[in-house]
């Protein structure tokens, strides 16, 4: 135990940390023991997921935080291959939703399933706990494997639910949607500020096993709000049929399955890349074969035949390219014309198919609910880019911090949290922003939202590289730099996820909510991977990371950013036609609110006819 005296920054954030965590604990049983159905203008439902959401948070960034030192100091692998493992890490977190929407749309239930990927997420972390002795070749690394392949599928079955439970709360209309979403959305960030700290703490300063059982310990926490809140829920989230114990044991029983799956994949990142090519084509597939055809005919089928035909034929296309990846046909990487390959091109061709049938029936027949998936795809499309670029935080950016940024005495890891503070600070004033500017009519739509995205993350890229450059390869990076990126990626953020989450699930059909929330995710993996293929090319072909390559990296990828999100900025008015926020109503069926992943973002509202 230091002495006070002796005490350096890092020992008093974490100090701060552990007294804010206690304040927001105190806060909770303040809730909890209230007798009223509401606190504060909210249902109590509202607040036993928020925190809930909080320690799962607290567990999974607390973990991220620091795997990527864990991976390079510990387990030994090179820059690259740790950058490589972190983007398949996330990509499959951010992936498995999709089995777990499913799951839980059609038998589960969101409540079950959330108690079900708590438990796994639970058994995960405490794995991560086992260290052995360090090294490849050390046995226990297929502990460290299996671990995150029990955090990957928890996370598929609590990431996803948890948010649709959080809109069931409340009607599509009900004018507390913004405040309800601020405050979700504020406990996601409280834990995942704090568990960075705390966990980066002691993982870094004491023993990797102690962060990690620390982030073990915060989602049991989790797990025991959410089941003694359950009276809180009010029914959201039960199960949407009458469920055999049979039935249920078995769909307990795929997802432990899927653990042993994950646990093979998670070791061999290419085979990730090829399935996320292929399973990424038949879900956006299906995505665009319902929007296109069963929206407005009642059934896929029911369409017109060689328009199906000719979309199902363009599907089967663009799955050449990962066929041809996967069984190593030379077709896959050359002969290059046009820097494309001879099954890339092929894969084109099926996309622009599948497109010219969109664009025909977009032209003959007029649908709203047609209208409004087809802008939920085009917001989907940009995922990859911005989360490419914003997971770098866990990965390059982290090692950036640790070697060439004059930081004091904080560890590397506490700098994760600067997201989440900004966050919690700026997320109220943005909801605020949008407020005053669409009462003034000035509001940006949510496609320019996003370009606008994209358009923050370029610039921290530049800025950084700037900072960096201007003061000297050789010299230590002032730290301001590193506060001014995640300044400029956190407003990006704010611009993009929490109105992309409010779009996805206020535009969706019911029918396919938690799937859109999956697909949303889903492409939010695609990123996550790609975020790993970048940090893997800042070790350039050594494997070892050097500042001169991560900065012409970022450099490169800033201005491909701020160049895409001129594109969108440009498209945006049609998009946003495509939405018909003036024909958005409540649903007359008692489904009001299901499917909803978030409350209302501020900034999605229905305008005015003739706006």
């Not at 607040?47 to 799962?56: C, G, I, K, S, T």
């Not at 991560?128 to 090294?135: C, R, S």
């Not at 509001?443 to 370029?458: D, T, Y």
Request: hydrophobic share 55%; charged share 10%; proline share 4%.
């Amino acid at each position: 135990m230091k002495n006070m005296g002796s005490w350096d920054e890092g020992d008093w954030i974490a100090v701060i940390a552990l007294l804010v965590l206690g304040v927001f604990l105190s806060i909770g049983a303040l809730i909890a023991g209230s007798k009223k159905p509401e606190f504060a203008g909210h249902p109590k439902g509202l607040y036993m997921l928020f925190f809930a959401e909080m320690w799962e948070r607290f567990s999974y960034y607390g973990m991220r935080a620091i795997l990527i030192f864990y991976l390079t100091q510990h387990w030994l692998f090179n820059d690259s291959k740790s950058n490589l493992i972190y983007g398949a890490y996330t990509s499959l977190v951010y992936i498995t939703p999709v089995l777990g929407g499913y799951l839980a749309d059609r038998y589960l239930g969101q409540r079950k399933a959330v108690l079900f990927g708590g438990l796994l997420l639970a058994a995960g972390h405490s794995l991560m706990a086992v260290e052995g002795v360090g090294g490849q070749n050390d046995p226990t690394i297929n502990v460290f494997w299996a671990a995150l392949a029990f955090i990957i599928v928890g996370s598929g079955f609590l990431k996803a639910n948890i948010s649709v439970m959080v809109g069931q709360l409340y009607r599509l209309t009900d004018i507390r949607r913004d405040g309800a979403y601020t405050i979700f959305y504020m406990g996601i960030n409280v834990g995942a500020a704090l568990g960075t700290i705390l966990v980066g703490y002691l993982g870094q300063r004491i023993g990797w096993g102690y962060g990690f059982g620390l982030a073990g310990i915060g989602m049991l926490a989790g797990l025991v709000v959410f089941v003694l809140g359950k009276s809180a829920l009010k029914g959201a989230g039960e199960a949407p049929a009458p469920l055999s114990r049979s039935s249920e044991w078995t769909l307990y029983a795929v997802g432990l399955g899927a653990v042993a799956v994950i646990w093979a994949l998670v070791q061999y990142q290419d085979v990730i890349q090829n399935l996320l090519l292929v399973s990424g084509i038949l879900l956006l597939g299906y995505v665009v074969l319902v929007a296109t055809f069963q929206l407005p005919y009642g059934s896929i089928g029911a369409g017109p035949r060689s328009r199906v035909n000719i979309a199902l034929a363009g599907l089967a296309l663009m799955l050449f390219l990962p066929l041809a990846l996967i069984l190593g046909l030379g077709i896959a990487s050359g002969p290059v014309a046009l820097g494309l390959a001879p099954a890339a091109w092929v894969a084109l061709f099926g996309f622009l198919l599948l497109l010219g049938v969109m664009v025909v029936e977009k032209m003959n027949r007029e649908d709203h609910a047609r209208d409004r998936m087809f802008a939920i795809l085009f917001l989907i499309a940009l995922n990859p880019l911005f989360w490419g670029l914003f997971e770098q935080a866990g990965g390059s950016m982290n090692l950036f911090t640790d070697r060439y940024v004059d930081r004091g005495a904080v560890p590397a890891s506490i700098f994760q949290s600067i997201n989440p503070i900004y966050i919690i600070l700026l997320a109220p004033l943005f909801a605020a922003l949008w407020q005053w500017l669409g009462k003034r009519g000035k509001e940006p739509s949510a496609p320019a939202k996003f370009g606008l995205a994209l358009a923050q993350m370029g610039l921290a890229n530049l800025i950084l590289v700037w900072g960096a450059q201007a003061f000297g390869i050789a010299a230590m990076t002032p730290v301001i730099f590193v506060f001014l990126y995640y300044l400029l990626a956190t407003t990006g953020e704010l611009c993009l996820s929490p109105v992309g989450l409010s779009a996805m699930n206020r535009l969706a059909p019911t029918f396919v909510a938690s799937l859109i929330m999956g697909a949303w995710f889903y492409m939010t993996a695609v990123g996550n991977f790609v975020a790993g293929k970048i940090g893997e090319a800042t070790g350039g072909h050594g494997g070892e990371m050097s500042k001169a390559k991560l900065l012409e990296i970022y450099e490169m990828f800033g201005w491909i950013a701020i160049g895409a999100a001129v594109a969108v900025l440009l498209v945006s008015p049609i998009v946003k036609r495509w939405m018909h926020l003036d024909t958005l109503r409540d649903r007359d069926d008692g489904l009001a609110g299901i499917g909803e992943a978030e409350p209302q973002a501020a900034g999605v509202h229905p305008e005015p006819k003739g706006a």
